[in-house]
T-cell receptor, first 109, second 113 residues
Framework: GENVEQHPSTLSVQEGDSAVIKCTYS??????FPWYKQELGKGPQLIID?????GEKKDQRIAVTLNKTAKHFSLHITETQPEDSAVYFC????????FGAGTRLTVKP | NAGVTQTPKFQVLKTGQSMTLQCAQD?????MSWYRQDPGMGLRLIHY???????DQGEVPNGYNVSRSTTEDFPLRLLSAAPSQTSVYFC????????????FGSGTRLTVV
């Protein structure tokens, strides 16, 4: 199937710093790009999404950018806090959803 | 509360035993799916359904069966459990529209000994 590559696999930042997670995809027909946050012992939760007709979307400290020409999209978290520590998954959807392998983000107080 | 409900949360099986993982959603979503999550492997699709009476295989379907008799329920059956099926299982649902996200359940942690 069509793959989604996600980098880095682990990311450690100091509280207050920014964190960036990047994904590339291969299915040019994808039109929906969500990001999920998974805390320990819980299911993934949608935190932000972007559709193919938009290049950037922001929600408080979280932003997502999409470059359809280059087939990559990124999650940006500013002013990180310890509660941002979790595993983050990117995904893209044409018919079904394809997920990246995940990034474990650790925010050190 | 609207959402996806999975039961049980934890289960230990002996090799060869069978069991059914339950999944129910109350959002009238047409699409439902099952994923397994293993360390370092991300989320892998087992089976999915686009509506009542319609199911199809995902990436890793072997050893699992599903059925979809109603819009709300999508149970996952393990006919003869194997240690390789030790994993965390997530059910997800969504509208069929391709620009809509999935809602996940809280997961079932299954151990096969």
């Amino acid at each position: 199937g069509e793959n989604v590559e996600q980098h880095p696999s682990t990311l450690s930042v100091q509280e207050g710093d920014s964190a960036v997670i990047k994904c590339t995809y291969s299915d040019s027909a994808s039109n929906y790009f969500p990001w999920y946050k998974q805390e320990l012992g819980k299911g993934p939760q949608l935190i932000i999404d972007i559709r193919s007709n938009v290049g950037e979307k922001k929600d408080q400290r979280i932003a997502v950018t999409l470059n359809k020409t280059a087939k990559h999209f990124s999650l940006h978290i500013t002013e990180t806090q310890p509660e941002d520590s979790a595993v983050y998954f990117c995904a893209n959807r044409n018919n079904d959803m394809r997920f990246g392998a995940g990034t474990r983000l650790t925010v050190k107080p | 509360n609207a959402g996806v409900t999975q039961t049980p949360k934890f289960q230990v099986l002996k090799t060869g035993q069978s069991m059914t993982l339950q999944c129910a959603q109350d959002m009238n979503h047409e699409y439902m799916s099952w994923y397994r999550q293993d360390p370092g492997m991300g989320l892998r699709l087992i089976h999915y359904s686009v509506g009542a009476g319609i199911t199809d295989q995902g990436e890793v379907p072997n050893g699992y069966n599903v059925s979809r008799s109603t819009t709300e329920d999508f149970p996952l059956r393990l006919l003869s459990a194997a240690p390789s099926q030790t994993s965390v299982y997530f059910c997800a649902s969504s509208y069929l529209a391709s620009d809509y996200g999935y809602t996940f359940g809280s997961g079932t942690r299954l151990t096969v000994v």
